[in-house]
């Protein structure tokens, strides 16, 4: 769907300093996301940034599928 699917790195790089600098959510922010999602559930990918985990999808794959059929 991108425009330039091999300027994909470029654009990541550029992004990255905006990722690395987040400082997370807050208690307040983690709260009120739990009350809009209640059937949420969280999966985390040990050691992935952000923009690693769109080179792990067989990793995202096994965690979306259980939570989809169920």
Known sequence: MAPVPDGFDAFSEKLQPTVSEYAGWSAEEV????E???HGQLAVLPGATHNEVTRRGEQV????RPFLTS
């Open 31 to 34: 709260r009120a996301m739990v």
């Open 61 to 64: 794959l096994a965690a979306i």
């Open 36 to 38: 809009l999602l209640p």
